[in-house]
């Protein structure tokens, strides 16, 4: 059956048995339907004098067309860790409109370690996406009619720096010229849309610590400049209070299940190759007063997904992993040792090898962090024991297990030695957690850190206009905020091509933007976008409803 058809044919329990589990009392769930609900933010913080669970990250190597399973063995490793005697439950990001229509499809995990109801995940689910597009769009609005009733806040209409979002890729609206038709349709002006998971309202929602630090986040949104450049904030256009009613309900965590009905956390989304990758650190929070184990997901390689849940999100909310799972697949190393994809379904033992490298480099960066790593190796059908030894010998030259994981066939019963050491790992005491650069450390040299540390540039490079524009970032007194790179996921570098570990290429910083409700830089590199376009063959072609009244083609 294909991931969609398994997830129609679990059984699935009612969401109050689900909360239940956890000791969340009825009257403090929102039900949405029979299974799924919001948690209410009061009952949150009545668990705040609890004691913290241990924080699990699963991260994985650079991706490729292969496939990781990062999803998948979250959930799969939630399921075992429970089936071994270990509550656990799972903190996962909603997965976007974009993606699921374009080229990725679903989003749930897949096979036997999904999370549940898939389709509902998938698509508008509890609505939150909606309100942060919405709460997005309602700035945008407030923007424009303020200037067109006088513009008392002085806004220099040429240095707007809010652009509009919608959840959607779609390229034509990278760039739009705005309010054309005449006066009474405002002034005409240059604009554009990002998707939604990239608007820094997604990042502010993602990294508010409750409602009332929401609310003073969005007031500190730079949202343009004056003539003489000095920045103008949201709250000078009265936006924070309307923005923050639009969220009120959508701040609150989704509590689902997963297929061995498991709790699972599933709030806010941002992308990691373009944003900071991460689910709600509301959601984050609760879960660790709520489970001894907590198991969370960063998105996309370890260059970005993990580098960005360690230097942003643990450094705002003050958290400190115990333990990073590292998913690698064989056929992807192979991809990393340069074997096309019609031929991964053959035994390469030296090109698993010759990828290797691009694993031990993401084991080397997590090791500078100072969390120690476990290696699941989400294991495929036709990969051989020759391989899976190959890739064991790699792991155990750093000090690190490789434990075959076989979740997506088998459930949490696929995971239960990859959950043993996990729980060893987590419960050690050795994670000695320190971010990659200190917050008074300058921009540039924030910027070149991860360049050189991480992706193993040898430099970083900017037009001058960058550079005078990072120079007056760090004048203007945002110099402590921490930065997060956009580029592509596919490399180390900004060339997606250059798989494996690259060495000698220069990160060429295009732009950046401030992001001061949320709290950081975004740096934008290379050729990456924060409007994405639909493949020539998008997934939409084949999502419908069948003659039974249910989802097709989802996944």
């Known amino acids: 059956m294909s991931d969609i058809e398994i997830a129609q044919n679990a059984p699935i329990k009612p969401i109050f048995e689900i909360a239940a589990k956890l000791g969340i009392p009825n009257e403090e769930l929102v039900p949405f339907g029979h299974t799924k609900a919001k948690v209410s933010l009061n009952y949150i913080d009545s668990l705040k004098d609890r004691p913290d669970g241990k924080l699990i990250l699963v991260t994985a190597i650079t991706p490729t067309p292969a496939g990781e399973g990062k999803t998948t063995t979250s959930v799969g490793l939630t399921d075992g860790l429970n089936k071994i005697g270990k509550k656990t439950m799972v903190c996962l990001r909603e997965p976007s409109l974009g993606p699921c229509f374009g080229m990725k499809g679903g989003a749930a995990g897949g096979g036997y370690a999904q999370v549940i109801p898939m389709e509902d995940i998938n698509l508008h689910f509890t609505g939150d996406f909606h309100a942060i597009t919405s709460a997005h769009s309602l700035l945008s609005a407030l923007i424009d009619n303020h200037i067109y009733w006088g513009n008392a806040a002085g806004i220099d209409t040429r240095r707007i720096a809010w652009r509009r979002v919608v959840d959607m890729n779609d390229r034509s609206l990278r760039q739009i010229t705005s309010s054309l038709g005449g006066v009474a349709n405002g002034y005409p002006r240059e604009d554009g849309f990002d998707i939604t998971v990239a608007s820094e309202v997604m990042a502010i929602f993602c990294l508010s610590k409750d409602a009332k630090d929401l609310e003073q986040r969005l007031g500190q949104i730079v949202i343009g400049y004056t003539r003489d450049r000095q920045p103008i904030r949201a709250a000078a256009v009265k936006a924070p209070g309307p923005m923050t009613v639009l969220l009120k309900q959508a701040i609150a965590p989704n509590l689902v299940q997963t297929l061995e009905h498991n709790p699972a956390f599933i709030h806010g989304g941002p992308f990691a190759n373009i944003a900071h990758g991460c689910n709600s650190v509301i959601a984050t929070r609760a879960a660790m007063k709520l489970a001894p184990y907590v198991i969370t997901e960063a998105g996309f390689g370890a260059d970005l997904g993990a580098e960005k849940f360690f230097d942003i999100k643990c450094r705002s909310a003050g958290l400190a992993p115990d333990a990073v799972v590292l998913v690698a697949t064989v056929r992807a190393l192979k991809m990393h040792g340069g074997v096309a994809r019609g031929d991964l379904g053959k035994e390469n033992v030296q090109a698993v090898k010759d990828g290797c490298v691009n694993l031990a480099r993401h084991i080397e960066n997590v090791k500078c962090y100072g969390v120690p790593v476990v290696v699941a190796v989400n294991r495929f059908s036709a990969d051989t024991d020759a391989e899976m030894a190959a890739v064991r010998e790699l792991t155990g030259s750093y000090g690190v297990k490789a434990i075959d994981a076989n979740h997506w066939a088998e459930g949490g019963a696929g995971t239960t030695e990859l959950a043993q050491e996990v729980a060893r790992v987590a419960d050690s005491g050795e994670s000695k957690f320190t971010t990659a650069y200190p917050d008074d ?115």
């Open 441 to 555: 450390m300058p921009l540039w040299d924030k910027i070149k850190t991860v360049a050189t540390k991480i992706y193993r540039a040898d430099d970083i490079t900017a037009d001058q206009k960058t550079l005078h524009d990072i120079e007056a970032l760090q004048d203007g007194g945002f110099g402590n905020l921490p930065v997060c790179i956009a580029k592509t996921q596919y490399s180390f570098s900004t060339d997606p091509n250059q798989k494996g570990a690259p060495t000698g290429h220069f990160l060429p910083v295009r732009e950046v933007r401030l992001s001061a409700g949320a709290g950081f830089i975004v740096v934008v590199c290379g050729d990456i976008m924060t409007m994405p376009g639909l493949p020539r063959e998008p997934a939409a072609n084949r999502i419908r409803i069948n003659n039974k009244g249910d989802v097709e083609g989802l996944f």
